[in-house]
T-cell receptor
Framework: RKEVEQDPGPFNVPEGATVAFNCTYS??????FFWYRQDCRKEPKLLMSVYSSGNEDGRFTAQLNRASQYISLLIRDSKLSDSATYLCVAGTTDSWGKLQFGAGTQVVVTP | NAGVTQTPKFRILKIGQSMTLQCTQDMNHNYMYWYRQDPGMGLKLIYY???????DKGEVPNGYNVSRSTTEDFPLRLELAAPSQTSVYFC?????????????FGPGTRLLVL
């Protein structure tokens, strides 16, 4: 079983709409969570950390549900430039160098 | 700061050839990593290093070697290239911010083994 699982998508989203997707993690000891964005043929880049109480960064909202072991990402007012693959990442505080990356969820924003 | 830089950007190797993928970071990070990413797959950790002179295996180390003689550089060596090593290789380094590790990636090296 993969440590971090994501729906690969693609999620096809009209411009201006809202899209949300989840990621599940299997290690209950995971303490740190992130969303990374990866554009086609580019390197992953940190989008946002995920905090226990949930957090927003502009049009992006991340939530953590420890009981069900999943995190979510919601994108409001989608822009064409939001088209990318979103990688879910989980790590434990004693596992430096062993962050677990999901395979990614592809989002395609259409005009 | 240039961040994490990798060379070459793209390389074609014949089976059995060897090469070194270069990685340099100028952020004074102690932790550095090598990942490979196959099409449609997640990142798989090959090797990592917690500081100069210290390296450790990740999830998929077979067929690769690393060294870490300085804080800045973390080269990845392929001794006998095989078609299964065709992939995109990302180097990363990390910092600790408020107890959370954040990894910064280089632009990647695309390797094709024929």
């Amino acid at each position: 079983r993969k440590e971090v699982e994501q729906d690969p998508g693609p999620f096809n989203v009209p411009e201006g709409a809202t899209v949300a997707f989840n990621c599940t993690y299997s290690n209950s000891a995971s303490q740190s969570f992130f969303w990374y964005r990866q554009d086609c043929r580019k390197e992953p880049k940190l989008l946002m950390s995920v905090y226990s109480s949930g957090n927003e960064d502009g049009r992006f909202t991340a939530q953590l549900n420890r009981a069900s072991q999943y995190i979510s990402l919601l994108i409001r007012d989608s822009k064409l430039s939001d088209s990318a693959t979103y990688l879910c990442v989980a790590g434990t505080t004693d596992s430096w160098g062993k962050l677990q990356f999901g395979a990614g969820t592809q989002v395609v924003v259409t005009p | 700061n240039a961040g994490v830089t990798q060379t070459p950007k793209f390389r074609i190797l014949k089976i059995g050839q060897s090469m070194t993928l270069q990685c340099t970071q100028d952020m004074n990070h102690n932790y550095m990593y090598w990942y490979r990413q196959d099409p449609g797959m997640g990142l798989k950790l090959i090797y990592y290093s917690v500081g100069a002179g210290i390296t450790d295996k990740g999830e998929v180390p077979n067929g690769y070697n690393v060294s870490r003689s300085t804080t800045e550089d973390f080269p990845l060596r392929l001794e006998l290239a095989a078609p299964s090593q065709t992939s995109v290789y990302f180097c990363a380094s990390s910092s600790l911010d408020r107890g959370k590790e954040t990894q910064y990636f280089g632009p990647g090296t695309r390797l094709l083994v024929l």
